[in-house]
């Protein structure tokens, strides 16, 4: 694909006319550094070898911005709401908004007891992504304007929507439509598309209105799509849109790896499309054969399992070569298959192999080539892969009683952790809830505390039994843990749930000083709660900060805790929280959290060092070292479930767009053949299948004639069938080093956390912790996007600058088009934000008039530039470009001029200069601008010499900057985050930075240890 792009390039397309989707942002990463290397190679020296205008990222991504291009009016205040966020936000308007019980009595007929709020939640949500995945979702939204205010006037106006597709007459049917039109206005009325629906809408945009369809297509002349094998209907609608008649596509997909037809991919599209391509005169379908990844026996083991595999109309099913020469096999038993008696005996096991794989006491690791040599691998080479999350708590316990540290990528099995489940018990508890809910399936809250703990699934059992088995294992909890968080959590509860402060009598218990504090004080009645703040106090009260400082076993602990903390910013996301609504938040986030937790799409920037224990849905489009494929075994692996149609609330004509029996696997369940096809084509080098309960994909079944995994092993010449204790053998080492293949991609708003605090930018993009909400989130945002609407149409502003009166009517105009929208505030304190947002619109218009009436600009320009001496990849965008004599411009960015809601985002002057420099860099080199000169513009200032900063932007200052954002980049690779604040203070009242510190409570370093004092 990157090739592709590059010989288009050559051939003179212009680089904003290709687009290039891939299926993950991990995948669009890697495909933006190799365009940027055939660029290179094809740029003449002095030349511009950037991705220019170029757009390389996931389709759903594309989505919303192509709807914020075409209908800026109308998206550009939206944001993406994710899994979690849209599945609280349905447990919160479960009943009176959304009106599901009609929908939950509808699917129990015949049942002893009525279907469970999480499983109507979980049947309703899948069917209504189906309507978008399918592109047949169409909704009669009220045709009056959207309430801007929250509550009960956006309540009236979701009810009147309809839905306009027919689902069927029944009342399952009937109910799921009105939900259905009621979810959907709900979430245009706060503002919000979600990943299906953002497709849909695009889609629905083009096709509606051809004249932006034709436009579009003008630009947009050359499409290149990876992985189409996952392409879903309304995807496959899309790339049609954009291609029309004349484009050019450029489509490359492996039938062998679609895995996703439960999340609406369809194989099928892919087969249609090379039966078109060769068909026409103007097509070709090209088959790629050349494995770059694994070593020539594993390249075997996969084509002879490919062979197995159903083949659909169309396609074909090549066999691969090797491709890199300098991979080649060390030693048979490498490669092998083993059965066990027992999956406690396979798990231990494979942490023994590990142990030989990776020895940190001596630096060692066995041994893996690499381009220019070879190294020794390292913890984080090496993957447990299993059929579903269900099945890795046996392997992580095993690991870690050999010592081996083992994460969990915030999947499901994120809520089998000892320390997740700890401050789960805690949060049940503030949510009042005397039992954990769920049924009996092994999935379910319940059963992962049995399986974890072996104690009831109530709070307080869980709790005591989740710390006396972490102590066990190391991790450092205070003697008196289990009652200081029982009472905290309880205290929580009662301060939400009567609204009333409590008294000190009834705390006595309670030590973190900002607990305490909204325990004792704040409003009364309490009118709003803060999930991540609560959450954050739980954390203070664990002493969580004792882990930071420990590594190994507590480290990996704050991991899945910084995992949960991005869980719980989900169930913030929706906006204001009620103190009622608390309850149905937690309990969405465990229901949620337990069955349907996915690795973010974003991964990690930096990865922490230790072995991966994922589902292989979840390892697709990964690569390591070391691939164990785990619990092979009867009914698991393949699922016995896997045929089964999925229970939908449809009938009648849309069966014929929507058929379940084509989402589930076929007869010869070459869905589940393709999983492990895509196990097996993970692994770079070392490769073992193992088993405690053989299917018939570990070993041929009598008298079958399809072999399994085992079989074709020991037929390419690996080792099956063998004593354990003599697999693996002839490991050879070498000093373990990170793969030198590993790149950074980042933004200047990430890099900007490393060069203020080394150990904050660790705590959020290492760890994962996020930040707390406060009232005024979304402010500065509010302003910028009106800002944005007043420098795309500057000359029109500019006429009425000196009209105060006709100035603040405008301004208003587009407040109540919801350009300054506020989720989290309602009441007297978003009217006087929203008045003040006025005043200083108002005030730029009138001080920038001349400005605004002679030039043009372009408003948020997207950037994406490399620091080729360290492969760092940063991303960012310009407020505003002023075109003064283009190419020669003015870069200038605003500050909000709000102290509560930009106090932790603000910057010193340096780290202002240091801003501007680095979208200087990028206008020079990507944007192809020509620039001296940047504005620090603050919103809100009222003298004149302290309106505008000015940052100088020759060729010495972009030379510092390109400097130290690289020093960066190698710290953040070196993992150098055992470093404190490296700023001062910003508030005067402030004493250290670790005093306006996000993490203050969760930090060990000694800095914020002494500010806590």
């Avoid at 999947?411 to 805690?426: H, I, K, Y």
């Avoid at 909000?896 to 340096?910: A, C, I, Q, V, Y």
């Amino acid at each position: 694909m990157a090739r592709r792009v590059a010989w288009w390039l050559a051939d003179g397309v212009p680089k904003d006319s290709i687009v290039a989707f891939t299926f993950t942002e991990k995948a669009a990463e890697e495909m933006q550094f190799r365009i940027r290397r055939y660029i290179d190679a094809i740029t003449p020296e002095g030349g511009n070898a950037t991705l220019g205008g170029m757009y390389v990222g996931t389709i759903h991504s594309y989505c919303f911005k192509l709807l914020k291009e075409l209908n800026a009016s109308e998206y550009h205040n939206y944001d993406i709401m994710d899994e979690i966020a849209r599945y609280a936000l349905v447990q919160r308007r479960f009943h009176n908004l959304l009106g599901l019980p009609a929908f939950q009595t509808a699917i129990s007929p015949g049942r002893q007891y009525r279907a469970s709020q999480t499983e109507t939640t979980d049947r309703f949500l899948y069917a209504y992504d189906l309507l978008n995945e399918y592109n047949v979702l169409r909704v009669e939204l009220p045709e009056r304007p959207r309430p801007t205010e929250l509550g009960a006037p956006e309540a009236e106006w979701c009810r009147e929507a309809r839905l306009l597709v027919d689902v069927g007459k029944s009342e399952a049917a009937r109910s799921f439509a009105r939900s259905a039109a009621r979810l959907y206005a709900y979430l245009r009325c706060r503002r919000f598309l979600d990943f299906s629906t953002s497709q849909s809408e695009a889609v629905r945009l083009l096709t509606d209105e051809p004249n932006a369809a034709e436009s579009l297509r003008q630009r947009i002349t050359h499409v290149v799509v990876d992985e189409f094998q996952d392409v879903n209907p309304v995807q496959d609608i899309l790339i049609r849109l954009l291609v029309g008649d004349a484009g050019h596509l450029t489509a490359v997909g492996d039938h062998r790896q679609a895995i996703f037809g439960w999340r609406g991919g369809r194989v099928e599209i892919m087969a249609d499309l090379a039966g078109e391509l060769r068909d026409d005169h103007d097509g070709d379908v090209l088959e790629l054969t050349h494995n770059f990844r694994s070593t020539p026996r594993l390249i075997a083991v996969s084509n002879s399992w490919n062979r197995t595999i159903g083949v659909p109309p169309n396609l074909t099913s090549p066999d691969m070569l090797h491709g890199r020469v300098g991979r080649t096999d060390y030693d048979p038993s490498h490669v092998s298959a083993l059965p066990f008696p027992s999956r406690t005996d396979e798990a231990n096991w494979i942490a023994q192999t590990i142990q030989q794989l990776v020895v940190p006491a001596t630096g060692q690791g066995a041994r893996h080539d690499t381009r220019d040599g070879d190294r020794g691998l390292t913890y984080s080479d090496v993957a447990v892969l299993v059929r579903s999350s269900t099945d890795a708590r046996t392997y992580m316990t095993a690991l870690r009683d050999h010592g081996i540290p083992a994460i969990v990528r915030a999947g499901p099995d994120l809520f089998s952790q000892p320390e997740v489940l700890l401050v789960a018990g805690v949060l049940a508890l503030s949510a009042g809830m005397e039992r954990f809910l769920g049924g009996q399936d092994a999935r379910s809250f319940p059963s992962r505390i049995n399986a974890t703990l072996g104690c009831p699934p109530e709070p307080i059992p869980v709790i005591e039994t989740a710390a006396s088995q972490l102590r066990a294992e190391g991790v450092p909890l205070a003697g008196d843990i289990e009652a200081r968080l029982a009472a905290a959590g309880q205290a929580i509860q009662q301060r939400i749930s009567t609204q009333r402060r409590l008294a000190s009598r009834d705390i006595d218990g309670v030590h973190t000083p900002h607990l305490r504090e909204f325990l004792l004080r704040g409003p009364q009645p309490l009118r709003r709660v803060f999930p991540q703040s609560i959450f954050h106090d739980i954390l203070a009260e664990l002493g969580i900060a004792e882990w930071d400082n420990e590594g190994g076993r507590s480290e990996l602990a704050m991991f899945h805790i910084g995992q949960l903390s991005s869980l719980v910013t989900g169930i913030e996301t929706p906006g204001w929280t009620r103190p009622e609504d608390y309850p149905y938040q937690i309990q969405g986030l465990l229901l949620w959290g337990t069955k349907n937790a996915r690795e973010e799409a974003a991964p990690l920037l930096v990865t922490p060092d230790a072995v991966q224990i994922t589902t292989i849905h979840s390892a697709k489009g990964l690569e390591f070292g070391c691939v164990f494929v785990a619990d092979v075994c009867s009914s698991r692996f393949p699922s016995s479930r896997a045929t089964r149609p999925p229970n939908v609330p449809f009938e009648g004509p849309i069966l014929t767009r929507i058929d379940p029996a084509q989402i589930a696997d076929n007869p010869a369940r070459d869905g589940e053949r393709r999983l492990m096809y895509v196990a097996l084509t993970r692994a770079e080098r070392y490769l073992f299948v193992t088993s405690s309960r053989p299917s018939e994909y570990f070993a041929a079944r009598p008298r079958s004639s399809i072999p399994g995994v085992a079989n074709i092993i020991q037929s390419e010449g690996g080792v099956a069938f063998a004593a354990p204790a003599d697999i693996p053998a002839n490991i050879e080492t070498r000093a373990s080093e990170v793969s030198r293949e590993n790149r950074l991609v980042t933004s200047f708003s990430d890099m900007r956390y490393f060069l203020e605090c080394p150990h904050d930018f660790y705590l959020r993009k290492v760890l994962g912790f996020t930040p707390t909400i406060n009232q005024a989130f979304g402010y500065g945002r509010g302003i910028h996007n009106l800002l944005r609407e007043v420098h795309s149409n500057p000359q029109s502003w500019s006429a009425i600058a000196g009209d105060r009166d006709e100035l603040m009517k405008r301004i208003q105009t587009l407040i109540d088009r919801g350009l300054f929208y506020l989720r989290h505030t309602t009441g007297a304190p978003a009217e006087n934000m929203k008045r003040q947002a006025q005043e200083i619109i108002a005030d730029y218009v009138e001080t920038y008039a001349d400005e605004l009436a002679h030039l043009e600009f372009e408003p948020e320009r997207e950037f994406e530039t490399l620091i080729e001496e360290e492969q760092v990849l940063v991303s960012g965008a310009i407020d505003v470009v002023r075109l003064d004599e283009p190419p020669r411009v003015t870069i200038i960015d605003f500050k909000s001029g709000d102290p509560e809601s930009d106090e932790r985002m603000s910057l010193d002057e340096d780290e202002m200069r240091l801003q501007l420099t680095m979208y200087g860099l990028a206008a020079r080199r990507e944007l192809e601008y020509q620039t001296d000169r940047g504005l620090v513009r603050y919103m809100g200032e009222t003298e004149d010499g302290r309106r505008e900063l000015e940052v100088d932007l020759d060729d010495h200052s972009l030379a510092e900057t390109r400097k130290v954002i690289a020093e960066s980049a190698r710290n953040i690779r070196h993992r150098d985050f055992r470093v404190g604040p490296l700023r001062a203070p910003r508030k005067p009242t402030s004493k250290t930075r670790c005093d306006e510190c996000d993490f203050l409570g969760i930090c060990g370093m000694q800095d914020a240890r002494n500010a806590r004092v």
